[in-house]
C-alpha cells in the first residue's frame, strides 16, 4: 500500500511509496510545498497565486498553475507506478471546487507527528510526569533535520507555517529543559543552554535556564556573567534592559537565594 510521507521539519521532502516527488524548479516546490502544508485540505487558487507570486500574479494565473500541476502529477506517476499501478495520480493532486488538494488515504507527516508528541508530553509534564515528558519532548525534537522549510523560498502561508513551527520547536525545547532542570540535570544542561543562548541572544527564558543551570552547577559567577551578556545585548540592541523576572533572578544570584537550588514547576516564576 503507498503512502504520502511529506516532512516539513527541515529541508522539503514528499515521497510516495519512498519516491520522491519534489521538483527542483522553484514555483513547482514552493506549490507542491503549499499543498503538503494543507496535505488534506483544499487549497484556494487565490492562496496559490500570492504564495508563488508574492501578491503580483501575472495575467490568467491559473493557467501557469495548470501547468505547474500537471507537471507534478507526473512526478506523482512515475512514482506510483512503482508500488500501485493503477491508481490515478490526479487522485493524489487533486481538483477541487476552488482549488488543489494533495491526498492519499495515508499520510505522514512529521509536524503532525512532532506536535502529537508536544501535546502527550505537555500532558505528562501537567501531571507532574517529567521524566515522561522530557522523553516524549527528546522524541519529537528527533524528527527535526533544520529549519522548518529550510530549503523552500517561503512567502505567505509557507513562511507563516515554517515560523510557527519554528516557534512550537523553541517552546519545546524550553519545556524539555524545565523538565530536566527539575530532574537534577543542571551539569549536563550547561553546554547545551551555552549554545542555544548564543543562537537566541535575546530569548530571555533560555538564559534563566542557562543562570540556573550554572549556579545549581556551583558556578554562580558564571551565571552573573550570563546575566551580563544578557543585558549588554537588550539595552545594545533593543534599548530596554532585561525583563523584571531575570532582574530578580539576577538578585538571587548575588544574594545566594536557597530557592534557586529547590525544583520549581516553571522557570516563570522567577
Known amino acids: 500500500m503507498a503512502y504520502l510521507d511529506i516532512g516539513l521539519l527541515g529541508s522539503f521532502t514528499a515521497a510516495v511509496g519512498g519516491t520522491s516527488i519534489v521538483p527542483s524548479a522553484a514555483k513547482q516546490r514552493r506549490l507542491l510545498a503549499l499543498l503538503a502544508v494543507g496535505a488534506g485540505r483544499e487549497m484556494s487558487m487565490a492562496a496559490i497565486a500570492e504564495e508563488l507570486w508574492e501578491g503580483r500574479p501575472p495575467a490568467g494565473p491559473s493557467a501557469a498553475v495548470q501547468t505547474y500541476v500537471k507537471q507534478l502529477r507526473q512526478r506523482i506517476a512515475t512514482a506510483v507506478s512503482r508500488v500501485t499501478p493503477h491508481v490515478d495520480p490526479k487522485e493524489i493532486l487533486s481538483r477541487g471546487h476552488s482549488g488543489y488538494r494533495l491526498g492519499m488515504p495515508d499520510v505522514r507527516l512529521d509536524a503532525e ?114 546575566f551580563r551578556r544578557l543585558r549588554e545585548t537588550s539595552v545594545g540592541e533593543l534599548g530596554i534592559e532585561p525583563s523584571r523576572r531575570l532582574q530578580e533572578l539576577h538578585r538571587w544570584v548575588l544574594a545566594g537565594e536557597p530557592l534557586l537550588d529547590a525544583p520549581v514547576r516553571t522557570l516563570t516564576a522567577f
Open 113 to 226: 507527528e512532532f506536535e502529537r508528541l508536544v501535546r502527550q508530553a505537555e500532558q505528562a509534564i501537567g501531571r507532574g510526569e517529567d521524566e515522561r515528558g522530557a522523553l516524549l519532548l527528546s522524541d519529537g525534537l528527533a524528527l527535526w533535520r533544520g529549519q522548518a522549510l529550510s530549503d523552500v523560498r517561503a512567502s505567505g502561508a509557507l513562511r507563516a507555517e515554517a515560523l510557527r513551527l519554528d516557534e512550537v520547536r523553541l517552546a519545546a525545547v524550553q519545556s524539555r529543559i524545565d523538565a530536566e532542570l527539575r530532574l537534577g540535570r543542571h551539569v549536563h544542561l550547561v553546554s547545551e543552554l551555552t549554545a542555544l543562548t548564543t543562537l537566541h541572544p535575546l530569548q530571555e527564558n533560555l538564559h534563566a535556564q542557562l543562570m540556573v543551570a550554572l549556579y545549581r552547577s556551583g558556578r554562580p559567577s558564571q551565571a552573573l556573567e550570563a
